[in-house]
């Protein structure tokens, strides 16, 4: 099984409809973050979170919100899809440490907004 | 602020040809430094990592060896295969108050043909 779970894996919306993106993760880390990748741009920090109750905004946070539900589950939220938020989403995590820590991705989310 | 830049792809060599990657980054003081390979239809995996100058990361006939002076952190291997076909993300870890946030470059897409 994958240690980083994310759902649904696609999803196709429409302009103006709230939607959530859900990320679990069985590999015990703390942190957990949410990046998008549009092509030839790379990823981009959206949230990140380094426990339950630490949540933070990354680069490109506008238009977005999360909950921390516990260590293991991580969801992103757009409130109001728009179509420039098509894009590949991933979760990951990692695991704090003497630095250069590794993080772990899901497979990724992609999502079309009509 | 913390920047990577790749060179630009796409990439397109033959099997057993010599592979070499460009990656050059900008951070405040020192950062540590990665290579996440993107197979098709995945998630990012962590293919190498150096967390100090003069380091040198390897993993699956790859390496990159980070070079403060030029900052920089190629990655190379000497004789690629069709199983290498990927998109590769240099990445860094400025650490301080960015610890444990990535900033990725914008990937280079490889792909070998038999």
């Known amino acids: 099984d994958a240690d980083v779970t994310q759902t649904p894996r696609n999803r196709i919306t429409k302009t103006g409809k709230r939607i959530m993106l859900e990320c679990s993760q069985t590999?015990?880390?703390?942190?957990m973050y949410w990046y998008r990748q549009d092509p030839g741009l790379g990823l981009q920090l959206i949230y990140y979170?380094?426990?339950?109750?630490?949540?933070n905004k990354g680069e490109i946070s506008d238009g977005y919100s999360v909950s921390r539900q516990a260590q293991a589950k991580f969801s992103l939220s757009l409130e109001s899809a728009i179509p420039n938020q098509t894009a590949l989403y991933f979760c990951?995590?990692?695991?704090?440490?003497?630095?250069?820590?590794?993080?772990?991705f899901g497979p990724g989310t992609r999502l079309l907004v009509l | 602020g913390n920047s990577v830049t790749q060179m630009e792809g796409p990439v397109t060599l033959s099997e057993e040809a010599f592979l070499t990657i460009n990656c050059t980054y900008t951070a405040t003081g020192y950062p540590s430094l990665f290579w996440y390979v993107q197979y098709p239809g995945e998630g990012l995996q962590l293919l190498l990592k150096a967390t100090k100058a003069d380091d040198k990361g390897s993993n699956k006939g790859f390496e990159a060896t980070y070079r403060k002076e030029t900052t920089s952190f190629h990655l190379e291997k000497g004789s690629v295969q069709v199983s290498d076909s990927a998109v590769y993300f240099c990445?860094?870890?400025?650490?301080?108050?960015?610890?444990?946030?990535?900033?990725f470059g914008q990937g280079t897409i490889l792909t070998v043909h038999p």
């Open positions: 979170s380094f426990d339950v109750k630490d949540i």
């Open positions: 590999k015990g880390h703390d942190r």
């Open positions: 990445a860094l870890d400025a650490g301080g108050t960015s610890y444990g946030k990535l900033t």
């Open positions: 990951a995590t990692s695991d704090p440490g003497q630095g250069g820590e590794t993080q772990y």
